[in-house]
């Protein structure tokens, strides 16, 4: 059972555009949300993270809102760069354990 | 930022050898190192956690007796692939948190590893 669902496997955009990548999560005991970033042979890079206490976190272009009545958060990637195409997976952790459980990744393709 | 890396970054070897893979923080304490396997277009999935000296926790399906893990030092913790397979073949990665960060890991390269 996926506790973490990011159920668009790709999404490709204009440069310059928005990009908005979704994650959703079914456990409640979840309280903290990370957002990586993994080029193909890489190992992930973070990228921008959210408490449950709060609904939304902004770094630059990188925002993440976080729903926590729907289980959802998302990341917005504006203005969005062909740099920006990457794999990202949202990942969530429970109380102070930081064991991490990651979304099966959406391939963002962001085209010049 | 933070900095994890890994040795080997490519390994190759025949069914039935052992494999040693290293993570080692560079710049920073790591009280707890995760290890991690990627199959082609899947996601992470976490193998098991270590705490620096002390044993390792695995996941379920994690075969421990396969897959050793040490934590001996706060910059260093080892995986090592027992008796191969070639359903081993896998990218494995690791991941350290330090002793004041926040919930935030940072992972290494990762290490490609191919069982003939």
């Known amino acids: 059972d996926q506790q973490v669902k990011q159920n668009s496997p790709s999404l490709s955009v204009q440069e310059g555009r928005i990009s908005i990548l979704n994650c959703d999560y079914t456990n409640s005991m979840f309280d903290y949300f990370l957002w990586y970033k993994k080029y193909p042979a890489e190992g992930p890079t973070f990228l921008i993270s959210?408490?449950?206490?709060?609904d939304k976190n902004e770094d630059g272009r990188f925002t993440v809102f976080l729903n926590k009545s729907a289980k959802h958060l998302s990341l917005h990637i504006v203005p969005s760069q062909p740099g920006d195409s990457a794999v990202y997976f949202c990942?969530?952790?429970?109380?102070?354990?930081?064991?991490?459980?990651f979304g099966s990744g959406t391939r963002l393709l962001v085209r010049p | 930022g933070a900095v994890v890396s890994q040795h080997p970054s490519r390994v190759i070897c025949k069914s039935g050898t052992s494999v040693k893979i290293e993570c080692r923080s560079l710049d920073f304490q790591a009280t707890t190192m995760f290890w991690y396997r990627q199959f082609p277009k899947q996601s992470l999935m976490l193998m098991a956690t270590s705490n620096e000296g002390s044993k390792a926790t695995y996941e379920q399906g994690v075969e421990k007796d396969k897959f050793l893990i040490n934590h001996a030092s706060l910059t260093l913790s080892t995986l090592t692939v027992t008796s191969a397979h070639p359903e081993d073949s896998s990218f494995y990665i690791c991941?350290?948190?330090?002793?004041?960060?926040?919930?935030?890991?940072?992972f290494g390269p990762g290490t490609r590893l191919t069982v003939l």
């Open positions: 990942a969530a952790s429970v109380d102070s354990s930081y064991k991490l459980i």
């Open positions: 991941s350290a948190r330090g002793l004041t960060s926040t919930d935030t890991q940072y």
């Open positions: 959210i408490s449950s206490i709060k």
